[in-house]
C-alpha cells in the first residue's frame, strides 16, 4: 500500500477527486494518512474529517520563525511514514530541507500546461487570470514531481483544455479542474501506486 499524505490550503476539490478515486477504486493500492493544512480555515480540513482522514493544520503564523514552521511540518509528516506526499491545491513554499527529505515523493498540480503560465507568482485564480490577458487559446493542468525550483520537477501527466472567449478566470478554473485536474491526479497518483513510475534523465516514464 502506497501510504499517502496529502498537504492542501483551501476548498479541496483535488483533495475530494483522489479520496473519491480511492474509494471508488479508480486509485488501487493506496492508503490516505493524513491531510495537512496550513489554513485552520480550510474546507479541505473538512472533507478529510468526513472521510475519516486524520486532519491537522499548521500554521506559520502560529510560530515565531518560519523555521520553526518548516521544523513542525517536516517532523507532522515524517510521523506517518509516507512514500508520496501530494500537493494539492497547497499554496505554501515547501522547505529545501523537506523537498530534500522526500526526493522524487513528492507531486503537485498545477492548474496550467507546465512550461506555460508557472513559477513565481503563479497559483490559483491568478493562473487563470494569466492565460486569459495573454489571449491563450489552450491551457490545462499537470502533475508534476516537486524538485527545489517552482514548477521544474519532472512533469508525470498533462491534459489539455479549451480557453473560450467569453471565459472569466473563475469559469476558466472550473472547466480546467473539471476537465484536468480532477483527473489527471487521481491517475498520477493510481500509477504511482502501482509501479508504473520512473524517472530516466530526469523525465518520467510510464510502464504501459
Ligand atoms: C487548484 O486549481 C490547483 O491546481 C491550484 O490551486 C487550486 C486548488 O483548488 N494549485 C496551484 O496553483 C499550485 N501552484 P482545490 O483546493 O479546490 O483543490
Request: include cysteine.
Amino acid at each position: 500500500m502506497l501510504k499517502v499524505g496529502v498537504l492542501v490550503s483551501g476548498g479541496g476539490t483535488n483533495l475530494q477527486a483522489i479520496i473519491d478515486a480511492v474509494n471508488t477504486g479508480v486509485i488501487t493500492n493506496t492508503e490516505l494518512r493524513v491531510v495537512i493544512s496550513n489554513n485552520k480555515n480550510a474546507y479541505a480540513l473538512e472533507r478529510a474529517r468526513q472521510n475519516n482522514i486524520e486532519a491537522v493544520c499548521i500554521s506559520p503564523k502560529d510560530f515565531e520563525e518560519r523555521s520553526m514552521f518548516n521544523e513542525a511540518l517536516i517532523n507532522k509528516l515524517d510521523e506517518y511514514d509516507l512514500d508520496l506526499i501530494v500537493l494539492a491545491g497547497c499554496m505554501v513554499v515547501l522547505p529545501e530541507t523537506l523537498i530534500k527529505k522526500y526526493p522524487n515523493k513528492i507531486i503537485n498540480i498545477h492548474p496550467a500546461l507546465i512550461p506555460a503560465f508557472c513559477g513565481t507568482g503563479y497559483y490559483g485564480l491568478r493562473v487563470h487570470e494569466k492565460v486569459l490577458e495573454r489571449g491563450a487559446k489552450l491551457t490545462g493542468a499537470t502533475v508534476h514531481f516537486v524538485d527545489e525550483g517552482t514548477d521544474t520537477g519532472p512533469i508525470i501527466m498533462q491534459k489539455a483544455v479549451e480557453v473560450m472567449e467569453d471565459d472569466t478566470p473563475e469559469i476558466l478554473q472550473r472547466r480546467v479542474m473539471e476537465e484536468a485536474e480532477w483527473k489527471i491526479m487521481p491517475m498520477a497518483i493510481n500509477l504511482i501506486a502501482n509501479g508504473a513510475v520512473s524517472i530516466v534523465d530526469g523525465k518520467v516514464k510510464i510502464k504501459k
